[in-house]
């Protein structure tokens, strides 16, 4: 049952090709939709944020365990920013919640989904490097994170919805629908390459016990064979 277990994380290396490829495809369609709007700004965040999902994925790929956790980060610190950046400035700074309140329950949903999800960021981007990685490199609080992870999944399922019942341009609908999408597959990538890191490091625990155990034997036997020599 452990073997089968451990072959398992197999399947979560399927699942970063495919959420590293899904993200990378989302991201250049809300990149060509940005572009037609003419923000140079928001198109230098889309493009950050592809070109740092597709490095995450290859310095994982090239087994350097410290890079792919810096580029994780990274990209979590781009979401919040992002996520900031439209809560924060967007939303309550030039006050356009009034827009989302008077589009009724859909919009309101939104507003609080948005407020949300930008909290849980927070909460994810420090749990992952205060208490998963904060001592001594070994998650030791994963199921929390993956938890928070989750449910942070939920509230952008639910900004998509709300996000396609609200009366605006279509464009920007599905702009943020697009982007909503990206980030979906960043945090199942995220999941999977923690999954993989764990396993590896559960895997070379045992391969140093193993290891331990024949020297310790070899040691053994050598003491025996000296002493039957010594009669």
């Known amino acids: 049952m452990n073997d089968e277990g451990k072959e398992s994380i197999f399947l979560n290396e399927y699942l970063m090709l495919a959420s590293c490829i899904f993200a990378a495809g989302t991201s250049f369609v809300t990149a060509i939709l940005i ?4 923000n140079p700004f928001a198109m230098f965040e889309v493009i950050v944020k592809m070109v740092t999902v597709i490095m995450m994925y290859l ?11 810096g580029i994780m980060g990274g990209v979590l610190f781009c979401l919040m920013y992002q996520e900031a950046h439209m809560v924060l400035e967007h939303l309550w700074g030039e006050e356009d919640f009034d827009a989302y309140l ?9 507003l609080a989904a948005a407020g949300m999800s930008f909290l849980m960021t927070i909460i994810i981007t ?15 609080n994963v199921i929390l994170n993956r938890m928070a992870i989750i449910y942070k999944i939920i509230l952008y399922i639910v900004l998509l919805i709300t996000n396609s019942r609200l009366g605006f341009g279509k464009v ?7 982007q909503y999408l990206t980030d979906i597959a960043i945090f199942l990538l995220i999941v999977s390459i923690e999954s993989q890191l ?10 140093l016990r193993e290891k331990r155990k024949k020297a310790v034997q070899s040691k053994e ?6 002493k039957a020599k010594n009669r």
């Open 35 to 38: 572009r037609s709007q003419g």
């Open 59 to 69: 310095a994982y790929k090239k087994f350097s365990w410290d890079v792919a956790k």
């Open 126 to 140: 420090l749990n992952h490097f205060i208490i998963n990685y904060g001592k001594n490199g070994n998650p030791g």
């Open 102 to 110: 008077v589009v009724g329950v859909q919009g309101s949903i939104y």
């Open 198 to 207: 764990d396993s590896f490091k559960v895997l070379r625990q045992e391969l």
């Open 221 to 226: 036997s050598g003491i025996f064979i000296e």
């Open 172 to 178: 920007f609908i599905w702009e943020n629908g697009f």
